[in-house]
């Protein structure tokens, strides 16, 4: 090739080079944005959930430790039943797993954990994964033998999480043993939302009745209605089904990327507020 014809395809080289460069940095932005918009959420989420943690262990804890377990029966429709050892002694262990699991997995999503002390993610994810088998199962008992309230949907809903959670925590287990890294990370992120839905509830509830200045779709009575009914499913399924198009969108474009980023960004801040009502109206109250 002459030096004329290399002169004349210079300029569409260059022009390529440049269309090149920046849709390359188009895509790391978008990259860069979508990991900011997760942090953020998990920073918020993780800040929320030790909240609560912090006054079930507070609140349930000190009742416990003066010996006034009647005291749980101030939020809880059945709490303590005098004479219901059996009963008495599940819903403790309910609460005590719901604290270690709400502790254990916010250090279990640390990538610096996992990164700088991978042994400690491991004897803490064992912790996780047991703790999270006893609270299901004992929210499953509590469920159907207890008169917790709530109709049969809100029991089903529940008891579905709870098989969730069982199922989660096997499959994360499962290719953590096979050392299938990539896999054993997206169970354990349905593991953390599925464990999480019991939070969710309180914070999507408060938000609700935020938003409409008072209860609505729901007779706070009897804690039933549509909105409740809702809910209750909600809970974990939508978390879940934010999870999914979160790791699909990892694998997409720029567009989809930054899209994604957005959603996040405005249920972060939905899920703030629930969780700063949730706070001023059923946590710090007690404590």
Same mark, same amino acid.
């Given at each position: ?10 300029? !569409? ?8 460069? %920046? ?8 990259? *860069? ?5 997760? &942090? ?20 349930? !804890? ?17 709490? %303590? ?9 599940? +819903?403790?262990?309910? +609460?005590?797993? *719901?604290?270690? @699991? ?16 991978? /042994?400690?993610?491991?004897?803490? !994810?064992?912790? %996780?994964?047991?703790? #999270? ?9 509590? @469920? ?5 309230? !709530?109709?049969?949907? =809100?029991?089903?809903?529940?008891? @579905? ?12 287990? /499962?290719?953590?043993? $096979?050392? /299938?890294?990539? *896999?054993? /990370?997206?169970? &354990? +992120? ?18 609700? @009745? ?25 809970? %974990? ?19 989809? =990327?930054? $899209?994604?980023? $957005? ?14 009502? #949730? ?9």
């Amino acid at each position: 090739m002459n030096a004329t014809a290399v002169d004349a395809l210079a300029p !569409g080289d260059a022009i390529g080079n440049r269309h090149a460069a %920046y849709m390359s940095r188009w895509r790391r932005a978008s990259s *860069a944005a979508l990991r900011a918009s997760a &942090a953020f959420w998990f920073g918020a989420a993780v800040l929320g959930q030790l909240l609560f943690a912090f006054y079930v262990a507070v609140f349930y !804890g000190r009742a416990a430790a003066q010996g006034r377990l009647e005291d749980w029966n101030k939020v809880l429709q059945t709490g %303590y039943v005098r004479g219901d050892t059996a009963g008495n002694l599940v +819903l403790g262990a309910h +609460l005590l797993f *719901a604290v270690l @699991i709400t502790l254990g997995g916010a250090l279990q999503l640390l990538p610096w954990l996992r990164r700088h002390w991978p /042994r400690v993610h491991r004897i803490n !994810g064992r912790i %996780y994964l047991g703790s #999270a088998v006893v609270a299901s199962g004992s929210g499953l008992v509590m @469920i159907w033998m207890r008169d917790t309230g !709530g109709d049969l949907a =809100q029991r089903l809903a529940i008891s @579905i999480n709870a098989l969730l959670i069982l199922a989660f925590a096997g499959m994360a287990l /499962r290719h953590a043993a $096979a050392r /299938r890294f990539d *896999a054993h /990370r997206r169970w &354990a +992120l349905r593991l953390f939302l599925a464990v999480s839905g019991v939070w969710f509830f309180r914070v999507g509830l408060m938000a609700w @009745i935020v938003a409409n200045r008072g209860p609505a779709g729901f007779d706070p009575k009897t804690f039933t209605g549509p909105f409740i009914t809702f809910l209750s499913f909600a809970q %974990y399924l939508l978390p879940l089904g934010v999870l999914q198009l979160y790791l699909f969108a990892q694998q997409r474009g720029a567009r989809a =990327q930054l $899209a994604m980023a $957005a959603a996040l960004l405005a249920l972060t801040l939905a899920m703030s507020g629930g969780i700063a009502a #949730a706070a001023a109206v059923m946590w710090l109250p007690h404590l």
